[in-house]
């Protein structure tokens, strides 16, 4: 084999050397380049990658949640000796450690240049399920982006946090209620390291957090070639508090994420600079690290006013909003904001008034909270929402900020959602698609022409895909309800009725995500004799998702539905995944027939869950919002739109509140169901292949994929955010 050149040169290199030294010492010679391999998370999204690892012991790779790092330190002697003399294995192992070395080592694809790196700042990344610091969208989102980043060769690198325990695991109870559960993460088996300097000692920071010096390690964690730096307050010298800080994602305790967004802003900033790395782009990742441009501001002990300060700052901070919800933009009472940052705020010559004026939308108005978003907005040279609809939402949400302009004036783009191509698209479709656009395709996927070749595609070979796609779900949907049925303690006649649940040639919808509200998933509740109807006679529904542990109302939307179960002739054709996650998001996106996406318009910022779906083949029926009102052209899926939307004033009518919205939505997505969708997808020829569905298929593959890939995403980051001089406001 060939040894694999390290990601980068940027600080923690010899940390990874010497993990993967490490490694290699207790694998049989023939295995040893494999430790490269298995610190750097570049062989998750190579065809082969996860493959070749679950040859060795497919059962204990999933145990360890597909980590190759805890895979290859649990194997025992005698099957890593095995490997090592079976010739068949060792040929694919050399081809996949030939693979992340030729991307490790592909020149450059960026469009711009920048003198240093891009600092991508963000509170979760979702780039592995072996790496659980991540909840949903926004995490995925940005694991996405750091992978996309290697395969350009943007010069980039990632700050985050490590939460020792992660988000919360779920369980359903008999009934359906959701209960969460919190592990604590392994990080000893991590593919991560904790950077050291020249001495062989932790490199750490300190952040004032409320009174006290909270010590800050950091940790390196190599996706492909960008590293990403995730901070740790879980140190001997910090307090029982402190030390509690990085433990959890999204803690429910106010103080606790105000203290989190201190670490991940301040501290970042601090990691890097003590890591030596100047970016030339700060970019905060929606508003959990906008104290980062605070701390910008101070480095130099600049004694300036806040704002002054942050003017000479400006030009190396940007900002990505992602949340058109309230709950989304949190706001905080003075009392909280000074008790949590007040003593950081005059260490760093800032009075907390001055502070806490620039996180209102009106600076002047004391009745007002404040909160990150405003500040980050005011911090940066640059603004964008993540789609197009999301853009004028957010324009008008924040207009109280720029009062002197027009809304649709005030300094807020767009640069729309994309998903990493290589990640969701599953290998059937990846060698399909291969055969006919060519073997170098994926570099071009952003680029319309490279799809025309989608529709001279036989029928018989894209729907052959499709079936595949839909039995590895069933595949999973078995076994997973077996085990989901067993862990609630189900009647043994329900769980083992689980082993024959879903049909392979059922027309297959799926709905995963986040389970809030205005997510609308109780749609499907709301009209039950037709959903009754309709998964008796020709459907199957898969459903996954967690409710937030503090969002009761979400909670008893899930309850409801799981009650579903218990319908005469349902129990066969509907079922509900515990605990989604990463692991559950792959076979579900690619292998749903149909895709549903049922936002409260206009509450859906982007999405993401639908891009991955066409990606595979799968056919969207959504609202239209989000990133949808820009991909919808008639051809490519399916639009519910029951009547018009809250305040439009030409139309609406005294009765259109949010429950008469969702009661003809509900009655128009089952129309679009029962009279459109289902019809089409088993209008048969005579070969057995639905053409005008196929036909549909190849429209959503030509349409979506060049638009709505993270290629696509980063070049217009690239151009239009990191390249840009235009300023926020």
């Known amino acids: 084999m060939v040894p694999i050149a390290l990601a980068s040169t940027f600080a923690g290199s010899s940390d990874v050397t010497r993990a993967v030294e490490a490694l290699a010492a207790r694998l049989p010679d023939p295995l040893r380049d494999l430790a490269a391999v298995a610190y750097n998370y570049q062989w998750s999204w190579l065809e082969d990658g996860a493959s070749v690892f679950a040859t060795l012991d497919a059962t204990r790779f999933d145990r360890v949640d597909e980590n190759p790092v805890g895979l290859l330190r649990q194997l025992p002697e005698q099957v890593l000796a095995r490997a090592a003399g079976d010739q068949d294995f060792l040929a694919r192992a050399r081809s996949l450690v030939h693979d992340v070395a030729r991307a490790l080592d592909a020149p450059s694809r960026a469009s711009v240049t920048t003198p240093a790196p891009i600092a ?15 909840s949903g969208g926004l995490g995925v989102l940005a694991g996405d982006i750091l992978k996309e980043a290697s395969d350009l060769g943007l010069p980039f690198v990632g700050v985050g946090l490590l939460y020792r325990r992660g988000y919360f695991h779920q369980r359903l109870d008999l009934t359906g209620k959701q209960q969460e559960y919190w592990v604590e993460v392994d990080t000893d088996v991590l593919p991560a390291v904790p950077v050291t300097g020249d001495d062989g000692t932790p490199v750490t920071v300190q952040v004032r957090v409320r009174d006290e010096l909270v010590s800050v390690a950091i ?22 508090v402190a030390r509690w800080i990085t433990s959890r994602l999204y803690e ?10 201190t670490v991940l802003g301040v501290g970042g900033v601090r990691a890097l600079r003590a890591l030596g790395i100047e970016p030339a782009v700060v970019h905060l990742n929606e508003g959990h690290p906008a104290l980062a441009a605070v701390e910008l501001a101070r480095r130099n002990g600049d004694r300036r006013a806040l704002d002054a300060s942050l003017a000479a700052v400006r030009d190396r901070v940007v900002f990505t909003t992602h949340t058109p919800v309230p709950a989304g933009n949190e706001t905080y009472t003075d009392t909280e904001l000074v008790e949590a940052v007040g003593t950081l705020m005059r260490e760093l010559g800032v009075e907390p008034r001055e502070f806490l004026g620039l996180g209102r939308a ?8 404040s909160g990150m978003t405003p500040l980050a907005i005011r911090a940066s040279r640059s603004t964008n929402a993540v789609s197009a609809v999301h853009g004028t939402v957010a324009r008008t949400m924040w207009h109280p900020m720029f009062p002197t302009r027009a809304a649709d004036d005030v300094p807020i783009t767009h640069v729309t959602n994309g998903v990493h191509l290589p990640t969701w698209m599953a290998a059937p479709m990846r060698r399909l698609l291969a055969q006919h656009l060519g073997d170098d395709w994926e570099q071009r996927a952003d680029e319309p022409a490279t799809w025309a070749g989608v529709d001279a595609i036989p029928d018989a070979e894209l729907w052959a895909v499709r079936n595949e796609l839909r039995m590895r779900l069933v595949d999973t949907v078995r076994d997973r309800s077996v085990r989901d049925r067993l862990a609630r303690g189900e009647p043994i006649e329900y769980v083992e009725a689980a082993a024959s649940t879903f049909d392979p040639g059922r027309l297959t919808v799926g709905f995963a995500r986040r389970l809030a509200t205005y997510k609308r998933l109780h749609l499907l509740s709301l009209e039950p004799e037709r959903a009754v109807r309709v998964l008796g006679d020709h459907l199957q ?4 998702g967690k409710a937030h542990p503090l969002d009761e109302e979400a909670k008893l939307v899930n309850k409801r539905l799981f009650e579903l179960k218990s319908a005469p002739g349902v129990s066969t054709h509907v079922v509900f995944l515990e605990d989604y996650d990463l692991s559950i998001a792959h076979p579900l996106v690619s292998g749903c027939d149909v895709w549903l996406n049922l936002p409260r318009p206009p509450y859906e910022a982007s999405g993401t869950s639908g891009m991955k779906a066409a990606l595979n083949g799968g056919l969207n029926v959504s609202a239209l919002d989000g990133w949808w009102v820009e991909a919808y052209d008639g051809t490519n ?11 439009d004033t030409a139309t609406a009518k005294p009765d259109d509140s949010d429950e008469a919205r969702d009661r003809r939505d509900a009655r128009a997505l089952f129309d679009v169901i029962e009279h459109e969708v289902t019809p089409l997808f088993y209008e048969r020829a005579v070969d057995g292949i639905p053409h005008a569905w196929v036909a549909r298929m190849k429209a959503a593959l030509r349409t979506i994929g060049p638009r709505f890939c993270a290629t696509r995403m980063m070049r217009d980051y690239e151009r239009r955010v990191y390249a840009s001089s235009e300023r926020g406001g």
């Open 120 to 134: 991508f700042m963000c509170a979760e990344f979702g780039v592995h399920r072996s790496l659980p610091m991540y």
């Open 541 to 544: 529904f898969v459903f996954a």
């Open 219 to 240: 940790w390196r964690v190599d996706v492909g070639r960008v590293p990403l730096y995730l901070l740790d307050t879980d140190l001997p010298g910090n307090s029982a």
């Open 362 to 369: 009106d600076p002047a108005d004391t009745r007002q909270e």
């Open 252 to 261: 429910g305790n106010r103080a606790i994420r105000l203290a989190q967004y």
């Open 637 to 647: 899926g399916w639009v519910v739109d029951g009547g018009p939307a809250i305040g």
